[in-house]
């Protein structure tokens, strides 16, 4: 298990869907403009995410994404391990003198994000005294149209019309 710029995104993007679970689903472009992170990088998260049967995505109005099981059955690992890449390229494990030492190490870290639930981190932030402002429901496309003028045409709606015109 490898921590990574990916994986640290993808735990700060699920707890943020965590702290606004009650209010609904919470849009991709939302938690981008939280945390700095682009909707691009967040989709392709997401997709993992999705796979890994860790979020679910809600369309139409008011559409983002909802926590698929509880926070209570999600670990840290479970998010680090949907978005991991696996070991790096041209690294084989074989070649390391150290291969051992990394191979504890990582089991370590992989036991111990195992027992940090997202319940868990939830509750530190609230007790920290992190402000979750409601999630506002997504605009629905349609904006509203002042009303129409009627417009006074004064050029010629024919050819005859303009032929006239110009006889004058």
């Known amino acids: 298990m490898r921590l990574t710029t990916k994986s640290r995104f993808a735990v ?3 707890l943020d869907l965590a ?3 009650q209010s609904g689903p919470v849009a991709l472009s939302a938690i981008g403009k939280r945390h700095q992170i682009s909707v691009s990088y967040l989709e392709q998260l997401f997709a993992r995410l999705r796979r890994a049967g860790l979020v679910t995505a809600v369309r139409g109005p008011g559409g983002g994404y909802v926590l698929d099981r509880e926070a209570t059955d999600i670990t840290v690992a479970d998010i680090v391990a ?3 890449d696996g070991p790096a390229p041209g690294e084989p494990a ?5 291969r051992d030492l990394w191979a504890n190490v990582g089991d370590r870290l992989a036991s111990y994000l195992s027992s ?3 319940a868990q981190l939830t509750a530190e932030q609230v007790a920290k005294g992190v402000k979750v402002e409601p999630v506002q429901p997504a605009k629905s ?3 509203p149209r002042s009303p129409i003028k009627p417009m006074k045409i004064t050029a010629p709606n024919s ?3 303009l032929a006239a015109a110009f006889a004058k």
């Not at 074989?94 to 150290?98: A, F, H, Q, S």
Request: hydrophobic residues 50%; negative net charge; glycine residues 4%.
């Open 94 to 98: 074989e070649d390391m003198l150290t």
């Open 82 to 84: 949907s978005v991991d």
């Open 116 to 118: 940090i639930t997202l």
């Open 19 to 21: 702290l606004r679970q």
């Open 12 to 14: 700060t993007a699920m």
């Open 141 to 143: 496309g349609v904006s």
């Open 159 to 161: 050819v005859f019309a």
